[in-house]
């Protein structure tokens, strides 16, 4: 069975402070994909990254980072210099490739960020 | 380029009532579509997906059901509302044939009272 844990529930950080989001999953699948998307408090989930599971290079995204280890089944997000828009709730996911059919996304049950100015 | 609506963003509704929510896309075609709920603790459970026209497929059962009558138009309904059926429901499109990501609309926030 598919599941990712996220197990920090709430991390508050002051601002300008870097701050990792940690994201472990499981599968049996060798072809996946694993997804980042942040929840701000309006409530849409905007969508972050993107990852296949035979692409192990870590990610740069202005102050975004991910760093993806296969050996560890980890996703983990980093966000250097946080800034108080950067509070939300941050949700990693996890898709099998099914032939193309369909892409059902199983999400982690959410990292509250807290950036206090 | 793509967008997605969903309607209505808020709702409070008495147990045992009727239920429709309704999602569209725009500027694409043959996507597939998706309804969420997001309870509180926030974990997101995927509840319906659909591959087109007529075709629904569910993943959990419930007292809900989706129908998708257009090839943009996913619709959730429920014929009598239950408590538990509060929460914050999220319909997303995805491109058809592509293991990429889901474009979520707005959500829409259900009461039941």
């Known amino acids: 069975a598919q599941k990712v844990t996220q197990a920090q529930t709430e991390i508050s950080v002051v601002e300008k402070e870097d701050v990792t989001l940690d994201c472990v999953y499981e599968?049996?699948?060798?072809?996946?994909?694993l997804f980042w998307y942040k929840q701000p408090p309006s409530g849409e989930l905007v969508f972050l990254i993107r990852?296949?599971?035979?692409?192990?290079q870590n990610e740069i995204s202005g102050r975004y980072s991910w760093n993806f280890q296969k050996s560890t089944s980890s996703f983990n997000f980093t966000i250097t210099a946080s800034q108080v828009v950067d509070s939300a709730v941050y949700f990693c996911?996890?898709?099998?490739?099914?032939?193309?059919?369909?892409?059902?996304?199983?999400f982690g049950t959410g990292t509250l960020l807290a950036v206090q100015p | 380029s793509q967008t997605i609506h969903q309607w209505p963003a808020t709702l409070v509704q008495p147990v045992g009532s009727p239920l429709s929510l309704e999602c569209t896309v725009e500027?694409?075609?043959?996507?597939?579509l998706y309804w969420y709920r997001q309870a509180a603790g926030r974990g997101l459970q995927l509840l319906f997906y659909?591959?087109?026209?007529?075709?629904i497929s569910s993943e959990v059962p419930q007292n809900l059901s989706a129908s998708r009558p257009q090839d943009r138009q996913f619709i959730l309904s429920s014929k009598k509302l239950l408590l538990s059926d509060s929460g914050f429901y999220l319909c997303?499109?995805?491109?058809?044939?592509?293991?990429?990501?889901?474009?979520f609309g707005e959500g829409s926030r259900l009461t039941v009272l």
């Open positions: 659909s591959v087109g026209i007529g075709q």
């Open positions: 997303a499109w995805s491109v058809r044939g592509y293991t990429g990501e889901l474009f």
């Open positions: 996911a996890l898709s099998a490739y099914y032939g193309g059919a369909t892409n059902k996304l199983i």
């Open positions: 599968t049996r699948d060798t072809t996946y994909y």
């Open positions: 990852r296949n599971s035979f692409d192990e």
């Open positions: 500027g694409t075609s043959n996507p597939n």
